[in-house]
């Protein structure tokens, strides 16, 4: 099944020669480059999920592959504020770089711009901070994502029906993912009919799931932003032996791919949190080893920037026909 996506509306600039010094490391990285004393941080959230222990995997495939020290950091739920004391916690150490995953796209601004400003180089991963002055985004081109979730949606429904969203609202990943979701379903009569911000806690999409049914509230499919919510939507349908409703997740977790192959989840959008980590490493260790000649410029609004504004790791979706493939190990991984 393919899509013909539409632009996404921030431009997006894929890696691309500008960057064929930064990518040498991959191929050819020598010992006399690196030093055991660099430091490397990724701040993620809600850390005990698959989705972030795939993101360590490839934060410490990198590290060994350069031979420097990365740490992962992070609250083990959703918790901004406890995110923004381990950044602090990682700023205060002095790091070589950090990789952050905003969990609140505010929330983070005024530290990254003063870890920027002491010299600390800092991109975001995963979920973007925008409004402040990180270097750049690698991840999931979220929109896109989303739009590609949304064409399914209609197709699955036949152009009409009421749908329920579980997502953080506060995320900027998610933000983009639900404004693709919209732009899809635009002129249909598909209807948002409530938005539940779950703060990634699982039992809260299963209970809300739960109640919506004993209610007997009118809904014909479950739209999940977040990697939580799919399998517990799912769960919950199960446990009350409803069937047809249409239900599309986030991400590759063992439980939600269950469910797909039972047939309770159409579909999730896999992304590729292992390759976020491992690559935006390397980038964020060229910046370090090449520094700009300042690191809190607005880069954004320089065309003759040395640096992308965002680094697009790619999104698949995945159902039942590929499943097999997906959960086949890479050997690339390992």
């Known amino acids: 099944m393919s899509y013909n996506l539409p632009s996404a509306p921030r431009t997006v600039i894929i890696l691309s020669a500008a960057l064929a010094g930064a990518s040498l490391f991959l191929t050819a ?109 690698i991840g999931t081109n979220n929109y896109h994502a989303g739009v590609m979730g949304g064409r399914l949606l209609v197709e699955k429904l036949g152009r009409k029906g009421n749908v329920v969203v579980f997502t953080i609202p506060a995320q ?40 919506m049914m004993e209610k007997k509230e009118k809904v014909d499919a479950f739209v999940c932003m977040d990697s939580t919510a799919g399998s517990e939507v799912a769960e919950a349908l199960s446990r009350k032996e409803i069937k047809g409703k249409i239900i599309i997740a986030m991400d590759s977790n063992e439980g939600t791919l269950g469910w797909i192959e039972k047939g309770m989840i159409a579909a999730t959008i896999g992304q590729k949190p292992y390759t976020m980590a491992f690559y935006g490493l390397h980038l964020l260790d060229d910046l370090y080893h090449h520094k700009p000649k300042t690191l809190d410029g607005n880069w954004a609004q320089n065309l003759e920037a040395p640096i992308p504004a965002a680094v697009d790791t790619g999104s698949t979706m995945i159902d039942q026909s590929n499943l097999s493939l997906i959960r086949k190990p890479s050997s690339g991984s390992k």
């Open 29 to 137: 990285c020598s010992s006399s480059r690196h030093a055991p004393e660099e430091l490397y941080f990724l701040v993620g959230s809600n850390t005990k999920l698959p989705y972030w222990q795939e993101a360590a995997k490839g934060l410490d495939a990198g590290a060994a592959n350069m031979g420097v020290q990365a740490q992962f950091v992070g609250p083990e739920a959703y918790n901004p504020k406890e995110q923004l004391e381990a950044f602090r916690r990682a700023v205060s150490k002095k790091p070589t770089g950090i990789m952050i995953s905003a969990s609140d796209k505010t929330l983070l601004n005024d530290d990254i711009n003063s870890a920027l400003a002491a010299g600390i180089p800092v991109i975001t991963m995963d979920s973007d901070a925008p409004a402040s002055h990180r270097l750049f985004f």
């Open 172 to 211: 900027e990943n998610l933000t983009e993912r639900l404004k693709g979701y919209q732009d899809a379903i635009a002129n249909t009569d598909i209807k948002i009919v409530q938005t539940i911000d779950d703060r990634g806690d699982p039992t809260v999409a299963f209970d809300k799931t739960t109640e």
